[in-house]
């Protein structure tokens, strides 16, 4: 398969230059993505029918994606900053979001002769994917030298690729749908926003702001040097609503409980299926990280909050018992684990951060870890000349155990994004109790 070829590359400021300026202070769930890889997810797209022109100036559908984004960044001014430190004489070093409009990365690319069908007909998500996206590798402290946002713009032969990278210090996985949502709806035409971003972060009363951490606590070059992540593969499997719905009547009818989710009993249905591939030893303790967002829990956070706002729950059984229980008990786990993330359980871990500051890391552990949502609207964004094919995720982050989840094609269907080992995808393609599940 072809390289790709980068055709341009530009920096996209506000078309607003009023709308950027002043700062943004980062509480504990920003701090946290420090050593974090950038967030990438992306939309292959067809390719208009009929070219994007505006008679009077000639433009193309680059110049109008271009053009888009600017007005988009207006209602957005911290993805057109950079992260910024304050050093303080305590031995202490403080970040905030400075909204400089230094501007963000605008890449224009092309695939020559790579199709929509090469993309999604592969057993396995092709390679060539991870090369749509721009500032790859990069980590979110990396955000003071580098912009907080990359988009490129990929040429096929038939379609189109948009893929978006942000900087996970300043933004979760809802916030980064928030910003393609609003972006796809200025590109269509639309005037008023459903849905105007809300920067505010909220820091507990008393808190010291800005939030003062030890430089001995974020030497983040050093500890991400350890970790070498082993040889993985992606895979997207397809899970039908009839299938999900199904998945959460066994594991609650196992528990005799109607609290079960259905992602709960997918997880759940997930993780004893990749233990089971990976032959792990029946004594050996496995672990499930979820990830809980405040947004619902929190009073002071508004639906529309932009950055982070979510907390990562950890879920342990030995494999034995995950794999004698049925669905029902692990689902039951992550159940009680979730519900026990209450408001006053956010403050506190809020609260008791500044002390002892933590950071995200992940690692080669043997570990499972979901990120993103299937509640996020994915396949909602028509940028003006039909909604999304497929949805696809880039490198950043990518380790043996990450599982992303999105929303399907279709309404109330669910696709699994796997990044594992190759013998446990092949293992998994191989065992029929997982395959009969997944819709091709």
Not at 49 to 58: F, I, L, S, V
Not at 142 to 148: A, Q, S
Not at 163 to 181: E, K, M, Q, R
Not at 229 to 254: C, G, M, Y
């Amino acid at each position: 398969m072809a390289d790709v070829r980068v055709i341009s590359n530009s920096t996209v400021k506000t078309a607003n230059h009023k709308a950027s300026g002043g700062r943004i202070e980062l509480n504990p769930w920003d701090l946290r993505a420090l050593p974090l890889g950038y967030t990438q997810m992306g939309l292959l797209l067809s390719k208009p029918k009929e070219p994007m022109r505006e008679k009077e100036t000639g433009n193309t559908l680059i110049h109008h994606l271009k053009t888009s984004l600017s007005h988009t960044l207006d209602h957005f001014p911290l993805l057109a900053g950079h992260l910024a430190t304050t050093q303080h004489e305590d031995d202490t070093v403080s970040f905030f979001v400075d909204c400089n409009n230094g501007g963000a990365l605008f890449r224009h690319a092309a695939a020559d002769g790579v199709t929509i069908s090469d993309i999604i007909k592969p057993v396995y998500v092709p390679p060539i994917v991870h090369s749509f996206f721009s500032l790859n590798g990069l980590r979110g402290y990396e955000g003071i030298t580098n912009p907080l946002l990359g988009i490129q713009i990929t040429d096929l032969a038939d379609g189109i690729f948009i893929g978006c990278t942000i900087n996970h210090v300043v933004a979760d996985g809802t916030s980064l749908w928030h910003f393609f949502n609003t972006w796809s709806e200025i590109s269509k035409g639309s005037i008023q926003l459903s849905k105007p971003p809300v920067f505010q972060r909220w820091f507990p009363d008393g808190m010291d702001i800005p939030i003062r951490i030890p430089q001995s606590c974020v030497n983040f070059k050093q500890s991400n040097e350890d970790f070498i992540p082993p040889p993985v593969q992606d895979r997207v499997f397809h899970f039908s609503k009839e299938t999900v719905a199904k998945l959460k009547a066994k594991a609650n009818a196992e528990i005799g409980t109607d609290k079960i989710s259905s992602l709960q009993a997918l997880l759940s249905h997930i993780w004893r299926c990749v233990i089971r591939n990976r032959r792990v030893d029946p004594n050996q303790e496995t672990s499930y990280r979820l990830v809980v967002g405040a947004r619902q829990r929190l009073q002071e956070l508004p639906d529309n909050f932009f950055g982070n706002a979510l907390m990562p729950v950890i879920v342990t059984m030995k494999a034995k018992e995950l794999m004698e229980q049925g669905i029902g008990n692990p689902a039951w786990q992550m159940n009680r684990k979730i519900a026990a993330m209450t408001e006053e359980s956010f403050k506190n871990i809020l609260e008791s951060w500044p002390a002892s500051p933590s950071f995200t890391i992940l690692s080669n552990s043997n570990t499972l870890f979901t990120a993103s949502s299937p509640r996020f609207i994915m396949y909602g964004n028509d940028f003006g000349w039909g909604k999304p094919i497929a949805v696809r995720g880039g490198s950043s982050s990518k380790f043996d155990g990450m599982l992303r989840l999105l929303s399907g094609a279709k309404e109330g269907s669910i696709d699994l994004e796997a990044c594992l080992s190759p013998q446990t995808l092949e293992a998994m393609a191989n065992d029929q109790e997982f395959m009969d599940t997944i819709t091709v």
